[in-house]
């Protein structure tokens, strides 16, 4: 359980760098710099740890899944990118997709 803990928070730093590597202008704002890379230490540390227990086969689509889906939500949602229900479909299919792979991984 503790793996998946790691995992879930490894996604959520995966998303907090996402999104200060955006604010970071291509590393010229000093703040959103350090956190991104911060944010990328702490990401990829927190995935090493839960693949102790959890396969590659799953940790790594799980993480980038959250990262992907929670990048483009606070995206649309918050940063005004645009919105449409394809963009929402294929969120809906990565979601789908992290999940087939945890339930059929047995």
């Given at each position: 359980m503790l793996a998946w803990i790691f995992l879930l928070f490894a996604g959520i730093t995966e998303v907090i760098w996402a999104i200060a590597l955006k604010f970071s202008h291509g590393f010229t704002h000093l703040t959103a710099s350090v956190?991104?890379?911060l944010g990328m230490i702490l990401s990829f540390y927190l995935l090493s740890l839960a693949m102790k227990s959890i396969p590659i086969s799953i940790a790594y689509p799980v993480w980038t899944g959250i990262g992907a889906v929670g990048t483009a939500i606070?995206?649309?949602v918050v940063l005004g990118d645009?919105?449409?229900l394809l963009k929402i479909l294929c969120l809906v299919l990565i979601i789908a997709g992290v999940i087939g792979l945890?339930?059929?991984s047995h």
């Open positions: 956190i991104t890379i606070i995206g649309m645009s919105i449409s945890k339930v059929f």
